[in-house]
């Protein structure tokens, strides 16, 4: 077990890397959850799942490549570390911009705008079909942050350089299911923190909190970076 954590301690490290810079989708989910939790924390489930996708789908491909350019493997992990470098450098230079504006919400189900503002979701409407449980709420909004999400291609970028890089450590069938592992595990517990302190906070997060989050986030990326870069490539 002991040489398994290595590896999900490096996805949960890049998990967090990549989900807790807060731009568009954390402001739509903070605004979900202010709406109703149960949506919310399926859409959070839903971006969670692209992570863990996009994560998968480089650690399957990533040894791969390692393999086929072994004679050149540190000059590999030097440009995977560069591109990482640069997808930090322009998130912290996005941080001291005003916060990006998310996408207009989706409509209210009719039962919710007849109750007006400032009623409670319980307050007495009769619920629509579907609104029972939740269950087709939650499914839509589950498959339509799984889609929002999805359209990212920085995520992809960055699995991409950093399990290219790592080909060699996550070869293995259990070392790579461990980073996956650690990957949607620390996604998913951002995104449900995010849902915890909508359904609390609503969407009143400072512009100093939401820097501090690009920091932390850009910061785990260029740590990342570093530690895959060296050692660095002989010249001789």
């Not at 941080?95 to 307050?123: I, K, N, V, Y």
């Amino acid at each position: 077990m002991s040489e398994l954590m290595t590896p999900a301690l490096a996805g949960a490290v890049a998990g967090l890397g990549v989900a807790m810079p807060m731009g568009a989708m954390s402001l739509l989910l903070l605004q979900e959850a202010m709406r109703h939790r149960r949506t919310a924390m399926a859409a959070a489930a839903g971006i969670a799942v692209v992570d863990l996708g996009y994560a998968a789908l480089a650690t399957a491909l990533g040894p791969w490549v390692a393999s086929h350019v072994s004679p050149v493997e540190a000059w590999v992990r030097l440009a995977s570390a560069a591109i990482l470098l640069t997808i930090a450098a322009r998130g912290l230079s996005s941080s001291a911009q005003p916060a990006p504006s998310a996408p207009p919400p989706p409509s209210a189900p009719p039962a919710l705008e007849a109750r007006g503002p400032g009623r409670s979701p319980d307050s007495g409407a009769a619920p629509g079909p579907g609104t029972r449980t939740g269950t087709r709420p939650a499914a839509r909004a589950f498959a339509r942050y799984v889609g929002l999400t999805a359209l990212n291609p920085t995520t992809a970028l960055y699995f991409a350089a950093l399990t290219t890089a790592q080909g060699a450590t996550l070869g293995s069938g259990p070392a790579g299911a461990a980073f996956l592992l650690g990957v949607g595990a620390a996604s998913l517990l951002w995104q449900q923190t995010l849902v915890v302190l909508g359904s609390l906070a609503g969407t009143r997060i400072s512009d100093t909190a939401r820097v501090w989050t690009f920091r932390l986030g850009y910061g785990l990326v260029a740590a990342y970076a570093l530690k895959i870069a060296f050692p660095l490539p002989s010249l001789g």
